[in-house]
């Protein structure tokens, strides 16, 4: 790779511009410990930068699945259900729906 294509590749790489002192909106990130295509530390890493710029009140959390890999691969159907739950949890509570139970 040459520096024309690390300077590509650095310019939309998310951890890399993550701006210091940001007003971030509520953020899921969501990893497995067996993803064999994103590396668990590199969620970890960009959930820790997020929180550490993050000025603002809304959660910047990360959820870990143990056994898991990249997506729902190989999961069975009740830690699926398990991580669709937690993400509706979450949009429900950050989206102020309480109201439409």
């Known amino acids: 790779m040459d520096s024309q294509d690390f300077n590509v590749l650095h310019s939309?790489?998310?951890?890399?511009?993550?701006?210091?002192?940001?007003?971030?909106?509520?953020?899921?990130?969501?990893?497995?410990?067996?993803?064999?295509?994103?590396v668990p530390l590199q969620s970890y890493k960009f959930t820790a930068r997020l929180q550490?710029?993050?000025?603002?009140?809304?959660?910047?959390?990360?959820r870990l699945t143990r056994k898991e890999g990249h997506g729902s691969d190989?999961?069975?159907i009740g830690k699926r259900l398990d991580n669709y739950a937690d993400?509706?949890?979450?949009?429900?509570?950050?989206?102020?729906?309480e109201d439409l139970l």
């Not at 993400?87 to 729906?97: D, G, P, Q």
Request: glycine share 6%; proline share 8%.
């Open 52 to 62: 550490e710029a993050q000025i603002g009140t809304a959660p910047i959390l990360l």
């Open 12 to 38: 939309y790489y998310p951890y890399h511009n993550i701006k210091p002192s940001a007003n971030f909106p509520s953020t899921l990130i969501m990893t497995a410990d067996h993803d064999d295509r994103v």
């Open 74 to 76: 190989g999961g069975s």
């Open 87 to 97: 993400i509706l949890s979450f949009l429900h509570k950050e989206l102020n729906m």
